[in-house]
């Protein structure tokens, strides 16, 4: 499984982006899907994640209320919904296939990543 993050870019803060990722070897079917998120000299962090079925969700307390994550099975594509970005919000943003958690160490299969830049 080899996912493929799109939809970075540059937005003011207050604005809407809508991350996508699929993959570009194998499928998604079977494994929770999550976002994670890095800037230079931090962490990477998890954002939101979907599981397998798509009926648990979890969201970072940061985000709650504003981002959204979906899953389409048919299609097989997950999206990130970001809304009322705030500058706070940049970095590298990175989907991940593996097992539903919050930490990084459960999701064998990552992306290259895409970048959101929100300016304020």
């Known amino acids: 499984v080899q996912p493929v993050e799109s939809g970075g870019g540059l937005v003011q803060a207050g604005g809407s982006l809508r991350l996508s990722c699929t993959t570009s070897e194998g499928t998604f079917s079977g494994y929770a899907v999550g976002w994670f998120r890095q800037t230079p000299g931090k962490e990477r962090e998890a954002v939101s994640a979907?599981?397998?079925?798509?009926?648990?969700?979890y969201y970072a307390q940061s985000v709650k209320g504003r981002f959204t994550i979906s899953r389409d099975e048919g299609k097989n594509m997950v999206y990130l919904q970001m809304r009322s970005l705030k500058p706070d919000d940049t970095a590298v943003y990175y989907c991940?296939?593996?097992?539903?958690?919050?930490?990084?160490?459960?999701?064998?299969?990552w992306g290259q990543g895409t970048q959101v830049t929100v300016s304020s």
């Open positions: 991940a296939a593996g097992r539903f958690s919050d930490s990084v160490s459960t999701y064998d299969y």
């Open positions: 979907v599981n397998w079925s798509g009926s648990n969700e």
